[in-house]
């Protein structure tokens, strides 16, 4: 069986700053799908064109958008790059110019020229949860994202809260307080019984 090895992390998008290359229909669900998850993501756009609601969402969140052809100069300071133009030749010379700029890259539909992929999400409170198919079926990621939207419950943070307070409680060391943490937790996962 083949395997997902991927490394998941999650990126604190306020303190990085990304550029998306296009403006179309792909461009405007990425910028949806990084403003969703990260409200104040440091997100700069360039394209000859962009979609109305690609502007309007850009405005709402003071998004910078720059109307011009893409040339590696727009990848100054950037930390992460997305390319979404229906233009091929345009979106590898985006992940060759990230490449030699040591920029993670990410092109759409093109999972040979990603560093990463954008997974599902599911948020709830402090709780996050991001889903990977490894580039191979975004509607799965999309389906597991719908089932855990449904299974997680809405009250999960208020657990979190509660636990992080009763972390700070706990007396001994790292191990001890960790096994206390997971003794107090265990119910929290139903085992079916055989």
Same mark, same amino acid.
């Given at each position: ?12 998008v ?7 290359i296009?403006?179309?229909? $792909?461009?405007? &669900? ?7 998850? !990260?409200? #104040?993501?440091?997100v ?6 962009? @979609? ?37 030749? $345009?979106? %590898?010379?985006?992940?060759? /110019? ?7 890259? #990410? $092109? ?17 409170? #402090?709780?996050?949860?991001?889903? !990977?198919?490894?580039? =191979?079926?975004?509607?799965t990621?999309? @389906?597991? @994202? ?7 419950? %809405?009250?999960? /943070?208020?657990? $979190?809260?509660?636990? #992080? %307070?009763? @972390?700070?409680?706990? =007396?001994?060391?790292? &191990? ?9 937790? =265990? ?8």
């Amino acid at each position: 069986m083949e395997r997902n090895e991927l490394y998941p992390i999650f990126l604190k998008v306020s303190n990085l700053h990304i550029l998306i290359i296009g403006g179309g229909n $792909v461009a405007l &669900e990425k910028l949806t799908f990084l403003l969703k998850s !990260s409200p #104040n993501a440091q997100v700069e756009m360039v394209a000859p064109m962009f @979609r109305d609601e690609t502007i309007e969402l850009a405005n709402k969140f003071n998004i910078k958008m720059h109307n011009a052809i893409y040339d590696a100069s727009f990848l100054k300071g950037k930390h992460i790059a997305i390319a979404t133009t229906d233009n091929v030749p $345009v979106n %590898e010379q985006v992940y060759h /110019d990230c490449r030699e700029r040591q920029i993670l890259v #990410n $092109v759409a539909d093109n999972p040979p020229y990603c560093d990463f992929y954008m997974g599902g999400i599911v948020t709830k409170g #402090n709780v996050k949860v991001a889903i !990977s198919t490894n580039g =191979k079926s975004p509607t799965t990621a999309k @389906r597991l @994202r719908q089932f855990f939207e449904d299974v997680i419950p %809405e009250n999960i /943070d208020d657990l $979190v809260k509660n636990l #992080n %307070e009763f @972390r700070k409680t706990i =007396k001994g060391d790292f &191990e001890e307080k960790v096994e206390t943490l997971n003794e107090f937790t =265990k119910g929290l996962v139903n085992k079916k019984e055989k």
